[in-house]
């Protein structure tokens, strides 16, 4: 089974730090984009970061210079280190990637189950 599990999350003050972590695992053979969408309550999802299989990166502009995004390519994990957390980056954070994978040969979206990162104020 392809799948993405996330780590980390949690609750932190605002001004602070959290790491989230995410790994592919199953039958890939290569992943094309990795990032990082959120939703907060009653807002849609949206992308924060992105990271392509070259290294090339993108972010949305209310995270820009906070937030780093960064992916381990033999690993087929990326990671979002976020500094400098303000109560709008409460949200549902989730991973996704865009992966080849076998049996049979096909391309897929994956998506992780989602955690939950709250900054309070």
């Known amino acids: 089974q392809v799948q993405l599990v996330e780590f980390g999350g949690g609750l932190v003050q605002a001004g602070g730090s959290l790491r989230l972590s995410c790994a592919a695992s199953?039958?890939?053979?290569?992943?094309?984009?990795m990032g990082w969408y959120r939703q907060a309550p009653g807002k849609q999802r949206e992308l924060v970061a992105a990271?392509?299989?070259?290294?090339?990166?993108n972010y949305a502009d209310s995270v820009k210079g906070r937030f780093t995004i960064s992916r381990d390519n033999a690993k087929n994990t990326v990671n979002l280190q976020m500094n400098s957390l303000k109560p709008e980056d409460t949200a549902v954070y989730y991973c996704?990637?865009?992966?080849?994978?076998?049996?049979?040969?096909?391309?897929?979206?994956?998506w992780g189950q989602g955690t939950l990162v709250t900054v309070s104020s």
């Open positions: 996704n990637a865009a992966a080849w994978v076998t049996s049979p040969y096909r391309k897929l979206e994956l």
């Open positions: 990271v392509s299989s070259g290294g090339s990166t």
């Open positions: 199953g039958s890939i053979l290569r992943i094309n984009d």
